[in-house]
């Protein structure tokens, strides 16, 4: 009933927008925008999806104006992403979502919330930030087959962090037990991935699936802990020396977490796509692909409207299944 109602108030106002854009289509969206744009991070300033938002804001102000960050965490990215769907639908209020928000949310919860793919309008995704399978480096191996070999072994004794339940990092840990076939290995989820990382520099887990970032690609060069392998299709143009998890030898283990915008579905199209080319603006900027490496991200460079939205679908599609075997519920 819920669906049914936004759909039916999403029509009428469809409706109404399509008629006046026939009739004053210039009026409408030429002058598009002008008032200052809210951009909605669903996350606490200084992590990884709010460092790629105030990326692209700074880089957009200079061709829309006045964009506006607005950090609304809370909910594993849900207060945030509903703070968007409660505004209205004239495109001046977007969302800087993530895989957290646009695909875990949806499938984990037992009453999902929102449905990403109809709910919400995909407009551009602007980078991933791979998780990695990481040890720390009292843990007698040397690289991922070797782990898979010593968890086998000694699997009771073992455990794995990540930046808690429910998040993709979890997720990271649970697809990685399922294609080992190792069932019984402990998670320890934590209070974001920062705390996680630190505990397993000091040795307290042994073994983390965290998002690869500069923290740890540091510690990595310091010989405190080790990555030993990317869960990507390719390697991190950070990091080149460390091979994908495929190239380790474990087929299938990619997980990473998209960051892109938002808007609700019902935004006008013309302005979807006035914010998608302002985006592969962004994107195309090599400050911008350089600061974004440097953060541990890989840059999309060929993203937009259509893609986005496919990419989103096929993210559900390939995450549904791990939940469900993982017994997944919030």
């Known amino acids: 009933m819920l669906h049914a109602s936004i759909g039916r108030r999403r029509f009428l106002k469809a409706s109404g927008a399509a008629a006046a854009a026939a009739i004053f289509p210039t009026r409408a969206f030429a002058a598009y925008p002008e008032r200052p744009i809210r951009l909605v991070v669903p996350f606490s300033p200084g992590g990884a999806t709010d460092v790629a938002a105030r990326l692209w804001a700074e880089r957009a102000k200079d061709i829309l104006g006045t964009v506006i960050v607005d950090n609304r965490g809370g909910g594993g990215g849900l207060i945030g992403a509903n703070e968007v769907l409660r505004s209205p639908a004239d495109g001046y209020t977007i969302l800087f979502g993530n895989t957290s928000t646009q695909v875990l949310i ?91 990382v630190t505990d397993l520099a000091a040795g307290h887990i042994p073994m983390m699936t965290p998002n690869v970032g500069r923290p740890l690609l540091a510690l990595h060069q310091e010989g405190r802990v080790r990555i030993l392998a990317i869960n990507a299709d390719k390697r991190l143009a950070a990091a080149p020396d460390i091979p994908t998890s495929a190239e380790a030898g474990l087929k299938g283990m990619i997980a990473a977490n998209f960051n892109g915008l938002f808007a609700r579905a ?65």
């Open 266 to 330: 019902d935004v006008p199209k013309e302005i979807i796509a006035r914010l998608g080319e302002v985006s592969q603006q962004v994107g195309a900027d090599p400050a911008v692909q350089k600061a974004l490496i440097k953060s541990g991200f890989e840059p999309i460079t060929d993203s937009g409207p259509d893609m986005a939205q496919k990419a989103i679908a096929e993210e559900i599609e390939r995450w549904t299944p791990v939940v469900k075997a993982a017994n997944f519920s919030k």
């Open 106 to 196: 949806p499938i984990i919860s037992e009453k999902a919330p929102y449905d990403s793919l109809k709910d919400f309008q995909a407009i551009y995704l602007m980078c991933n930030s791979p998780t990695s399978i990481v040890v720390n480096s009292s843990v007698p191996v040397k690289n991922l087959q070797e782990l898979i070999a010593y968890l086998k072994k000694n699997h009771a004794k073992m455990s794995y962090g990540s930046a808690g339940a429910g998040t993709l990092t979890n997720l990271a840990g649970e697809l990685f037990k399922q294609l080992i076939g190792l069932k019984d290995l402990t998670h320890i989820p934590y209070k974001g991935a920062a705390p996680g």
